[in-house]
């Protein structure tokens, strides 16, 4: 399975930016899809995860709980992450990550995610 991240970017703290996963040469649709983040000198955390049991759910860290929208498009084999009011502090670079599960469960851990894509990068200037 390769993931690609893309549309990351340079904006304004309090802009808005989605940033797309294109999943190719393995199965999307029934397995969980993550984003996580790692900005400079801190480790890989959690943002958001999107399941699918015929219809998406998703769950969010608490940190952009409100402002950040999942969504996946398995006909089209893509995963999307809406970023709104963003902030200074969500610089940082964004992977997508396919889990090794499949279900309604929402897993966090980064050991729980098997492929990577290699990432995008999202600058928020104050």
């Known amino acids: 399975v390769q993931l690609q991240a893309s549309g990351g970017g340079l904006v304004q703290a309090g802009g808005s930016l989605r940033v797309s996963c294109v999943a190719s040469?393995?199965?999307?649709?029934?397995?969980?899809m993550g984003w996580f983040r790692q900005a400079p000198g801190k480790e890989r955390e959690f943002v958001a995860v999107?399941?699918?049991?015929?219809?998406?759910?998703?769950y969010y860290a608490d940190s952009v709980k409100g402002r950040f929208t999942g969504s996946r498009d398995n006909a089209k084999n893509t995963l999307y992450l809406q970023m709104n009011s963003l902030r200074p502090e969500d610089t940082a670079i964004y992977y997508c990550?396919?889990?090794?599960?499949?279900?309604?469960?929402?897993?966090?851990?980064?050991?729980?995610?098997?492929?990577w894509g290699p990432g995008t990068l999202v600058t928020v200037s104050s």
């Open positions: 990550a396919r889990s090794i599960y499949r279900g309604p469960h929402y897993w966090t851990r980064a050991a729980e995610y098997a492929y």
């Open positions: 999107i399941t699918w049991t015929g219809a998406s759910s998703t």
């Open positions: 040469g393995g199965t999307f649709s029934d397995y969980v």
